[in-house]
């Protein structure tokens, strides 16, 4: 069975950093891209990036480019999201999510059940 | 980038059917083939329901059907049932290389 298991939930204070973990198993982690979603209290889902773990190669929205990093590690099957400079804005349920069945990646059949990042001083 | 165009709402009777509209640019929606469609029920993560435009995962009702003109990609939901409430995302590939989602749609059962 596919798996996405991803880290408990955080609280940090404004101006800190977060980095949380998304750990995957039943499926050859390099054969796929993993994204990263997050959905604040209330609002819709919105595109964080994502990463090729077979190289490293990552891919973020406009509006996280230069605050975020997310990288894949293959020798522990996991994949992160680091998010710096935290402001209240950033308080939201984190998905990572992955496409095992249709190999586009563009498309995302499997999803984590989200970290929660609160954001507050 | 904004966000695709959905409606903030749509609603329907058992056994109607109702569709979303998705609009874009032709730098998403209007320029590639990759157009998914989540459902989310509160508190719970997103389903994948459409993926490339008009194709259903395995396990997902025949009821649900998508499809796309120029840059806009529609959901049709028919024999509405009261399991179908939920909020509803579109999502398309851009030629950045990265994916833009919807605003989302509520969908409501009477």
């Known amino acids: 069975e596919v798996q996405l298991v991803q880290s408990g939930a955080e609280v940090k204070k404004p101006g800190a950093t977060v980095k949380i973990s998304c750990n995957v198993s039943?499926?050859?982690?390099?054969?796929?891209?993993m994204q990263w979603v997050r959905q604040a209290p209330g609002r819709g889902l919105e595109w964080v990036g994502r990463?090729?773990?077979?190289?490293?190669?990552?891919r973020y929205a406009d509006e996280f480019q230069g605050r975020v990093t997310i990288t894949a590690d293959i020798s522990s099957d996991t994949a992160y999201l680091e998010v710096r400079s935290l402001r209240s804005e950033d308080t939201a349920v984190y998905y990572c999510?992955?496409?095992?069945?249709?190999?586009?990646?563009?498309?995302?059949?499997?999803w984590g059940k989200g970290t929660t990042v609160t954001v507050s001083s | 980038q904004s966000a695709l165009t959905q409606p903030a709402s749509v609603s329907g009777s058992p056994g109607q059917s109702i569709t979303i509209s998705c609009t874009g640019t032709?730098?998403?929606?209007?320029?590639?083939?990759?157009v998914s469609w989540y459902q989310q029920h509160p508190g719970k993560v997103p389903k994948l329901m459409i993926y490339?435009?008009?194709d259903r995962p395995s396990g997902i009702s025949n009821r649900f059907s998508g499809s796309k003109s120029g840059n806009t990609a529609f959901l049709t939901i028919s024999g509405l049932q009261a399991e179908d409430e939920a909020d509803y995302y579109c999502?398309?590939?851009?030629?950045?290389?990265?994916?833009?989602f919807g605003g989302g749609t509520k969908l409501t059962v009477l």
């Open positions: 999510a992955t496409d095992v069945s249709y190999g586009s990646g563009k498309e995302w059949d499997v």
């Open positions: 039943g499926y050859t982690f390099t054969d796929f891209y």
């Open positions: 990463v090729d773990p077979g190289d490293g190669e990552a």
């Open positions: 032709s730098s998403d929606i209007g320029g590639y083939d990759y």
């Open positions: 490339e435009v008009r």
């Open positions: 999502s398309s590939y851009t030629r950045k290389y990265t994916v833009i």
